[in-house]
């Protein structure tokens, strides 16, 4: 009988985890150092939902918010196997789990995040320009030491760092066999209410029917945002609710359809995005040029 080693995702059939080279490498590694009951053959690596479908599966719980690579190994061919077999599962599927351990070993980027001030640990939320984790609850180093670790492929990375009250901060990490160590030191904010960096639009120009985001990159919380668009005459064609901002560069944004308040769309050209940040009496105005190609 075949058994697996199974591993995220397990919810969804066409849903496949951001870091699924990592986790289906080290799922094969697992496997193939697993022999089955018989001795004949070895562990067969699978997708959980290509086993079958289930939501609320505990391996997808720790990846998904905590960012775990989290496996099931299928211990024996019976849900209760007899107490004299137990020893030499435990002794087989030993061989495998070692190799989670000297994955630890491979390419991966850890650390220590810090105030640079103070030195004290922060939690801070880190992301890659590699892979997309905004699906998930967000990767972040802990509260208490400000330790992270985040296990990769080989490769050139910009790994960003990012906490409310602070200015983000990319590095370049070049990843090949080996762990690599980057403490990082956060700057805060001046006092001074500030745009955190530019504001930007994307895509721009924008082609077809699809829609543009404006992201803010205002880095502070409660402001309140307000985004207008006006065709080159000055005239107002847009006007987006009120938001209230998160600190959050990627949450802080606004999707434009391309459409009118009226629901029509827009004929190709150029029109001005006036966006507006207020926070305790001070304000931040930008004009920004959208371009629609039609």
């Not at 070895?42 to 609320?56: E, I, Q, V």
């Not at 009250?165 to 090949?176: A, F, R, S």
């Not at 802080?252 to 004929?267: A, C, P, Q, T, Y």
Request: proline share 6%.
């Amino acid at each position: 009988m075949v058994k697996y080693v199974l591993f995220p995702f397990g919810y969804e059939v066409d849903v496949s985890a951001p870091d699924h080279t990592v986790l289906e490498k080290l799922a094969v590694s697992i496997a193939s150092n697993i022999q089955n009951d018989a001795r004949t053959g070895n562990y067969t690596p699978l997708r959980s939902c290509d086993f079958y479908p289930a939501a609320g599966d505990s391996d997808d719980w720790l990846y998904g918010n905590k960012g775990v690579l989290a496996y099931t190994i299928e211990m024996s061919s019976t849900f209760i196997p007899p107490g004299s077999s137990i020893e030499n599962i435990c002794e087989r599927v030993w061989h495998g789990c070692k190799k989670i351990f000297k994955r630890l070993e491979g390419p991966l980027i850890y650390g220590n995040v810090y105030d640079k001030d103070s030195l004290i640990p922060l939690e801070v939320r880190i992301t890659n320009n590699r892979v997309d984790t905004n699906q998930l609850t967000p990767r972040h180093s802990l509260r208490t030491t400000g330790e992270y670790h985040w296990i990769l492929e080989k490769g050139e990375y910009l790994v960003t760092f990012s906490k409310s009250g602070y200015c983000p901060k990319t590095i370049p990490v070049t990843l090949t066999d080996s762990p690599v160590r980057k403490d990082i030191y956060m700057e805060r904010l001046p006092d001074k209410f500030t745009w955190g960096i530019e504001p930007k639009v994307i895509p721009n120009p924008v082609k077809g029917t699809g829609y543009q985001t404006i992201f803010f990159n205002v880095l502070t919380e409660n402001a309140e945002i307000r985004c207008k668009i006006h065709n080159i005459s000055g005239d107002l064609i847009r006007d987006f609710p009120v938001k209230r901002s998160n600190g959050d560069p990627y949450h802080d944004r606004i999707f434009w359809d391309l459409k009118n308040d009226s629901g029509e769309d827009v004929s190709s050209g150029v029109y001005i995005a006036e966006l507006t940040v207020s926070k305790g009496g001070g304000k931040l105005v930008k004009l920004m040029k959208l371009c629609v190609a039609r």
